[in-house]
């Protein structure tokens, strides 16, 4: 997945968050350059999804200053304009030296997407890698080697306007699902959207389900990811359809605004800063933006999405943050792989996880920002499940996922039709 975030920060100087996330664990906009001034003895070219151009701007400037013969030029564009128009430039032979990679199989930029075609240097003999948790690992690249980067664990949670939530007489903050839809009835009453959902901007689409499916789908079988790889489950076999039950309950409950398949990112981002909704379910990169459109920036707050029916059983969705690669086309292999080997480093791992609201995938020592604290239990626990798109087996599915929560929501397709459609893509080779 996970994906791309573009909010007033990005257009103003993205995010995310996500997809990733979880996700498992997303965005749009317009391009543009920078990130490293002309000159020096060896040129290396970058291109990153716009969410994060401030992060790599400063890093960049960073490792210039340590490196001053290399100069690394920046390019930025959305998730979604990288994942077509990137992917056609790789499939071309052109290719940046340094390019942004998803973890896991959710799309065509996907690391095992990538890796297999020969467009990706392996980057297995880097001394970070063995600091990248072993559960994680498998995420970065095929066949026990390691062809990307990742900084972080993006979590999927709730994103809300606290002055909102006080005027709604919303005192205590949910940590069970009822306790959630208990919370959503009170906004509703208070004249306020509860949930704002942008369902036109497709990456959007899939991050209440993956919130939802850690308590439904996976609470029933918590290796439903290698079952369905295994073939001993299936979206229609399995409690899939509880987390699109969920989905439409919510909807149903009057509880989203009003045409979400005709509500934007931005314009769902714009809900929630201004008061008009009282919260949204987004990837903590995507927090930049809330904040920035917010009058009050203090208004703005996070907590996990209480899926569960249970505080004490709660577990949530992060995914593996959108990371960077080295193409294996590139004639300046010793550079890249230079600059790689110093982002593997704490500090700058710290630097990346900071920018993007996310949990570094490796201890930093560095505190967490207070709107990504309350998440930060979960990854460490264990009780983090990765963004689903994730541990598919093609890139495939994500698309078909996509617009079949918009068919949903326009009345055009059931459950049972979703899943098997989500089916015949999982199954094509």
Not at 214 to 228: C, E, S, V, Y
Request: one cysteine or more; proline letters at 7%; hydrophobic letters at 40%.
């Amino acid at each position: 997945m996970l994906k791309g975030f573009t909010v007033r920060r990005a257009c103003a100087m993205l995010a995310l968050i996500a997809l990733v996330v979880a996700v498992g664990a997303c965005g749009s906009g317009t391009s543009d350059n920078s990130g490293g001034a002309s000159g020096g003895k060896t040129t290396l070219t970058l291109k990153a999804i716009t969410d994060n151009r401030q992060t790599w701007q400063e890093l960049i400037a960073s490792y210039k200053k340590a490196n001053p013969d290399v100069t690394i030029k920046g390019s930025y564009a959305p998730t979604d304009q990288l994942q077509t128009a990137l992917r056609a430039q790789l499939g071309a032979g052109g290719a940046p030296d340094l390019f942004v990679v998803w973890p896991g199989n959710g799309s065509a930029m996907s690391v095992k997407q990538l890796a297999p075609s020969g467009l990706l240097a392996d980057l297995s003999d880097q001394g970070w890698v063995k600091s990248i948790p072993g559960n994680t690992r498998p995420l970065l690249g095929v066949d026990d080697k390691t062809y990307m980067w990742s900084p972080s664990t993006t979590p999927i949670g709730v994103i809300y306007n606290k002055q909102v939530y006080k005027d709604a007489g919303i005192d205590t903050l949910p940590k069970t699902y009822d306790e959630f839809l208990a919370a959503c009835e009170k906004l509703k009453k208070a004249g306020k959207i509860p949930i704002a959902l942008g369902l036109q901007t497709p990456w959007v689409t899939q991050l209440i389900p993956y919130a939802i499916a850690p308590a439904t789908a996976f609470a029933d079988d918590p290796r439903l990811a290698q079952d369905m790889l295994d073939g001993k489950k299936s979206f229609t076999n399995s409690k899939w359809d509880e987390v699109y039950k969920r989905y439409v309950d919510i909807e149903k409950r009057g509880y989203f605004n009003p045409n979400p398949n005709g509500t934007t990112f931005e314009q769902q981002t714009e809900m929630v800063a201004n008061g008009k909704a009282g919260m949204s379910i987004q990837v903590t990169g995507t927090q930049p933006g809330y904040v920035d459109a917010a009058k009050n920036p203090d208004q703005i707050g996070t907590y996990p999405f209480p899926a569960s029916d249970k505080a004490d059983d709660l577990e949530i969705a992060a995914g593996i943050s959108a990371g960077l690669g080295v193409s294996s086309k590139t004639t300046k292999m010793d550079a890249a792989k230079a600059f790689m080997k110093w982002l593997g480093e704490p500090q700058q791992m710290a630097v990346f996880a900071k920018g993007g609201y996310a949990v570094p995938l490796v201890s930093t020592g560095k505190k967490l920002d207070p709107l990504v604290q309350p998440f930060a239990s979960f990854v460490k626990d264990g009780k983090a499940v990765p963004f689903m798109d994730q541990e598919w087996p093609n890139a495939k599915v994500q698309p078909v996922h996509f617009a079949g929560i918009q068919e949903l929501f326009a009345n055009k397709t059931t459950i049972p039709q979703l899943l098997k459609s989500m089916d015949d893509a999982y199954n094509q080779k």
